[in-house]
């Protein structure tokens, strides 16, 4: 049994009353997922897939509303934008929005941890690119494209679109980067 179905079943054993919310995967964290920097010319990946990166301020915002208009209890939901991008869009929205002139290629995944993890200005090692690769894996076998409608409904509105989230976050900040650089701070 996965991991977290074992912890909703405790959950539910255990009569407590719960919600469990899943997140579709922060679009504030896309520099992470690319291992882009604001001086990455050249982002190389093992795959591309499409994800669903949600905006955690809507997140956030939504998350609220459920507290209060309730209706989730003992219940498993999900939260994403109602759409997916792919790295390759990302790099396109990255360079749209900043002008500048960042490529995308592929290699295996042997060559993209053992050279992310040489290259990598934050000081990442080679486990932290493996378990990347594993998501770029799982991306490009649908794993992290799953969207739902739930957060739409919650917000009245349709949550923003991957591509805006992360074109909204580099035009506030040119230069967006999320915990890159953990391992040299």
Known sequence: MPHSQCLITCLYRSG???TCIREGIYAE???LFL???PKTADVILPEDGEIAFTSRVELAECTAHMMIRGGFKNKTVLLTAGETITAKELVSVINETTGRRVEIR?????EFVRES?????GGKTEVFFE???SLWKAAAHGELRVTDG???EILGRDPMTPRDAVRQLLVEDKDHTWHQKYALR
Request: no cysteine.
């Open 117 to 121: 993890a040489l290259h990598d200005e």
């Open 106 to 110: 592929f290699v295996s995944p042997e």
């Open 35 to 37: 291992n882009w920097y």
């Open 29 to 31: 964290g896309f520099p």
């Open 131 to 133: 378990v990347l690769a």
């Open 16 to 18: 407590l009353t719960f």
């Open 150 to 152: 739930l957060m739409r």
